[in-house]
C-alpha cells in the first residue's frame, strides 16, 4: 500500500519540482500538495529563520490531515545586505509572490554593487513532521553571484538573477534536471529523504 505524504504547498510548479526529486530518490509515497485539502488554511510563516518556518507548515499539515508533512522555506541570501532578503524573500517588495517586483527591487538596491561583492546564495530548509509531533529539518544552499539583468526563462523568483558558482549560467538557464540535481531545495530534500525512510516507512 502506497504511503501519502503531503507537501505543505499549493504552488503547483513546487509539487512538480519535490516530485521529481523525492521519485528519483526510489521513495514509494504518493505526494500530494495542500491544494488537495481546500479546507485547511494557510499557515502563516512567523518564524524568523527559514527551518523555523518550514516545520511550522509541516507541523500544521500533520496536525490537520492526520499524515506524515514536508514542507521548505526558502530564499535568497546577499552578502552585501547582511543575508537579505532571507525570509523575506517572497515579499520583498510588499506583495507576496511578486516575483517580477521583487527582483526587480532587488537589482535597483545593488545597483552600484560591483560584481565582486555581489555574492549570494539560495538557502532551503526542508522539515518533515508527523502527527505525533516527531520532527526533522535539514538545509541546503546553492552559491552563486547576483547578475545585473536577468537571464533564462526557466525557474521562478530569483532564478534569473543567480549565476550558479562554477557555471557561466543563471539558475533559469538551466534545465529542470540540472537544476534539481544542485538546487538548495533538492540538496534540502535529498538529505531529508534517509529521516523519511527511517519514520515514515
Same mark, same amino acid.
Given at each position: 500500500?502506497?504511503?501519502?505524504?503531503?507537501?505543505?504547498?499549493?504552488?503547483?510548479?513546487?509539487?512538480?519540482e &519535490?516530485?521529481? *526529486?523525492?521519485?528519483?530518490?526510489?521513495?514509494?509515497?504518493?505526494?500530494? @500538495?495542500?491544494?488537495?485539502?481546500?479546507?485547511?488554511?494557510?499557515?502563516?510563516?512567523?518564524g524568523?529563520?527559514?527551518?523555523?518556518?518550514?516545520?511550522?507548515?509541516?507541523? /500544521?499539515?500533520?496536525?490537520?490531515?492526520?499524515?506524515?508533512? *514536508?514542507?521548505d522555506?526558502?530564499?535568497?541570501?546577499?552578502?552585501?545586505?547582511?543575508?537579505?532578503?532571507?525570509?523575506?524573500?517572497?515579499?520583498?517588495?510588499?506583495?507576496?509572490?511578486?516575483?517580477? +517586483?521583487?527582483?526587480?527591487?532587488?537589482?535597483?538596491?545593488?545597483?552600484d *554593487?560591483a560584481?565582486?561583492?555581489r555574492? /549570494?546564495h539560495?538557502?532551503? +530548509?526542508?522539515?518533515?513532521?508527523?502527527?505525533? @509531533?516527531?520532527?526533522?529539518?535539514?538545509?541546503?544552499?546553492? &552559491?552563486?553571484?547576483?547578475?545585473?539583468t536577468?537571464a533564462?526563462? @526557466? @525557474?521562478?523568483?530569483?532564478?534569473?538573477? &543567480?549565476?550558479?558558482?562554477?557555471?557561466?549560467?543563471?539558475?533559469?538557464?538551466l534545465?529542470?534536471?540540472?537544476?534539481?540535481? *544542485?538546487?538548495?531545495?533538492?540538496?534540502a530534500?535529498r538529505?531529508?529523504?534517509?529521516?523519511?525512510?527511517?519514520?515514515?516507512?
Amino acid at each position: 500500500m502506497t504511503s501519502r505524504l503531503i507537501l505543505a504547498t499549493r504552488n503547483a510548479g513546487k509539487v512538480a519540482e &519535490l516530485h521529481a *526529486i523525492l521519485s528519483d530518490a526510489g521513495l514509494p509515497y504518493e505526494l500530494v @500538495g495542500a491544494d488537495a485539502y481546500p479546507q485547511i488554511p494557510d499557515v502563516k510563516e512567523t518564524g524568523i529563520s527559514f527551518a523555523e518556518n518550514a516545520l511550522l507548515k509541516a507541523h /500544521a499539515l500533520a496536525q490537520a490531515t492526520g499524515l506524515p508533512a *514536508i514542507a521548505d522555506d526558502s530564499g535568497l541570501c546577499v552578502d552585501v545586505l547582511n543575508g537579505a532578503p532571507g525570509i523575506f524573500s517572497a515579499r520583498w517588495a510588499g506583495k507576496h509572490g511578486d516575483d517580477r +517586483a521583487n527582483l526587480d527591487l532587488l537589482l535597483a538596491q545593488l545597483g552600484d *554593487i560591483a560584481d565582486e561583492h555581489r555574492g /549570494a546564495h539560495f538557502a532551503c +530548509a526542508a522539515a518533515l513532521a508527523l502527527p505525533d @509531533g516527531t520532527e526533522r529539518v535539514v538545509e541546503g544552499r546553492l &552559491l552563486g553571484t547576483l547578475r545585473h539583468t536577468p537571464a533564462g526563462t @526557466g @525557474g521562478f523568483g530569483y532564478d534569473p538573477i &543567480l549565476q550558479v558558482e562554477g557555471d557561466t549560467r543563471t539558475c533559469a538557464e538551466l534545465t529542470p534536471a540540472e537544476k534539481n540535481a *544542485i538546487s538548495h531545495r533538492g540538496q534540502a530534500f535529498r538529505a531529508l529523504v534517509p529521516f523519511i525512510r527511517a519514520l515514515v516507512g
